[in-house]
């Protein structure tokens, strides 16, 4: 039998590995938002403001864009950037 003091240490390290990953995902200027419905942010200029292109997990490209006091719900497409 596997005493706790395995599982403890394997959720260190997996805790410890996970915490990297978002580390290096923000590194990039990426904004990780919800990590369970996979929605990323991405600092981006338009009209001269700063605004968030917004991906979610299962889309296949980048193509929302929303106001940085906005989230999710207030995501449009970024053709009505034109």
Same mark, same amino acid.
């Given at each position: 039998m596997i005493g706790a003091e395995f599982y403890d240490a394997e959720l260190h390290t997996l805790t410890e590995e996970f915490y990297e990953v978002v580390e290096r995902i923000e590194a990039t200027g990426a904004v990780l938002r919800d990590i369970d419905e996979g929605i990323v $942010?991405?600092?981006?200029?338009?009209?001269?403001? $700063?605004v968030f292109l917004c991906w979610h997990a299962g889309e296949r490209r980048i193509r929302h864009w929303h106001e940085l006091d906005e989230g999710y719900a207030g995501r449009r497409r970024i053709i009505d950037m034109k």
């Open positions: $942010d991405f600092y981006t200029k338009f009209e001269n403001r $700063d």
